[in-house]
C-alpha cells in the first residue's frame, strides 16, 4: 500500500515555473514507477510524465516536452515536476500516480496501469 501526497501547486503568471512535488508513505517507494497527470476543465485526465523506478530513464508528453521535467529521489520518497514557461492550458489538477513494476528501467504513461493516486494539486496558469 502507497499512499501519495501532492503539494505544490498554486497561481502562476504564463511563463512562470512551479515546482510539483509528491511524497509517498511506506518503505517500499523504490519498488513503484511513478507518473504525473493532469486533468483541465471539462477535459479528462491525461499523461504528462513518467519516471521509472531507479529514475534513470524518464519520458514526457509532447505538449510538455522541454518545458516540464520528471524527477525523483527514492532517499526522500518523492517524485517532482519542475514545471517552467508555464501556458494558461497548463492549468488543472495535477496527479502523481505509482505502478508496481518488477522493472527498473521501464517508464509507465497509461492511466490504467497505476495502482495508486494522489488527491491532486491546483494549478492556474492566468495569461
Known amino acids: 500500500q502507497v499512499q501519495l501526497v501532492e503539494s505544490g501547486g498554486g497561481l502562476v503568471q504564463a511563463g512562470g515555473s512551479l515546482r510539483l512535488s509528491c511524497a509517498a508513505s511506506g518503505r517500499t517507494f523504490s519498488s513503484y514507477a511513478m507518473g504525473w497527470f493532469r486533468q483541465g476543465p471539462g477535459l479528462e485526465r491525461e499523461f504528462v510524465a513518467a519516471i521509472s523506478r531507479s529514475g534513470g530513464r524518464t519520458y514526457h508528453a509532447d505538449s510538455v516536452k522541454g518545458r516540464f521535467t520528471i524527477s525523483r529521489d527514492n532517499a526522500k520518497n518523492t517524485v517532482y515536476l519542475q514545471m517552467n514557461s508555464l501556458k494558461p492550458e497548463d492549468t488543472g489538477d495535477y496527479y502523481c500516480?505509482?505502478?508496481?513494476?518488477?522493472?527498473?528501467?521501464?517508464?509507465?504513461?497509461?492511466?490504467?496501469?497505476?495502482?495508486?493516486w494522489g488527491q491532486g494539486t491546483q494549478v492556474t496558469v492566468s495569461s
Open positions: 500516480a505509482a505502478a508496481g513494476t518488477p522493472s527498473t528501467i521501464v517508464v509507465i504513461t497509461s492511466k490504467q496501469e497505476y495502482d495508486y
